[in-house]
């Protein structure tokens, strides 16, 4: 069923009917209840339309506002929390129990870029006829996945056998601001510390004495 367009949802000035009273807001005016009639009467004189915002509400209450300005606020409104809300997908990676390292890499690749790009990964192990009696080689295939994906991802659902699958759930790890570990400039001078301290402690040790027949100022 296709929703309504904005216009549709609002009346507007004369369309606002089945109601006495109603309670005007807006710009540089104070919220107030009048009559119906002289809402529309207020409305007139200031250039602007009635638009009703809350029909629910007792009374009502309506806008003073030009409609294609209250319209464009509304789709604008829409544009921004349809832009905060984030999509997640969900991608699947086959696996048999016996999957051979070309074709494990294959996917393990596919997995990363799933996961960098935001979307969650459903890894799960197919077992075949009776391949079903190699169940923990199956696990330990989903393991290894998770620990190969460990930059990328983080477990959701741990391992767990549906019917013939044994389905494992990854989601993307949030990306996090700061510096890269070459640019830290801590891990930069942890080399200069070593290098002195050895010496410094060479001078505090020697305590030996004067050797017999050297010159030494009095």
């Known amino acids: ?6 216009k549709q949802q609002y009346r507007v000035n004369e369309q606002i009917r089945g109601v006495r009273d109603v309670r005007i807001v807006g710009d540089d005016i104070e919220s107030t209840v009048v009559s119906i009639s002289k809402a529309l009467q207020i409305a007139e004189q200031k250039g602007v339309d009635l638009v009703e915002i809350s029909p629910n509400a007792e009374p009502p209450v309506c806008r003073l506002i030009d409609y294609s300005k209250f319209i464009y606020q509304q789709k604008k409104h829409q544009k921004e929390i349809k832009a905060k809300q984030v999509k997640v997908d969900v991608k699947e990676i086959r696996f048999g129990p016996q999957t051979d390292d070309h074709d494990y890499n294959f996917k393990l690749k596919h997995a990363q870029g799933f996961l960098s790009d935001g979307d969650k990964v459903k890894a799960y192990v197919f077992f075949k006829g009776r391949s ?4 923990e080689q199956g696990e330990v295939l989903l393991l290894r996945f998770a620990a190969d994906l460990e930059e990328y991802g983080k477990v ?3 391992p767990q056998l549906e019917g013939k699958r044994m389905i494992m759930f990854l989601a993307p790890k949030k990306q996090t601001g700061g510096k890269k570990p070459q640019e830290n400039e801590e891990m930069v001078e942890v080399p200069v510390r070593e290098k002195k301290a050895p010496q410094q402690k060479a001078r505090k040790e020697y305590t030996g004495p004067k050797v017999e027949g050297e010159d030494f100022d009095d």
């Open 156 to 158: 959701e659902q741990m």
């Open 132 to 135: 079903i009696l190699f169940k």
């Open 1 to 6: 069923m296709k929703k309504p367009n904005l």
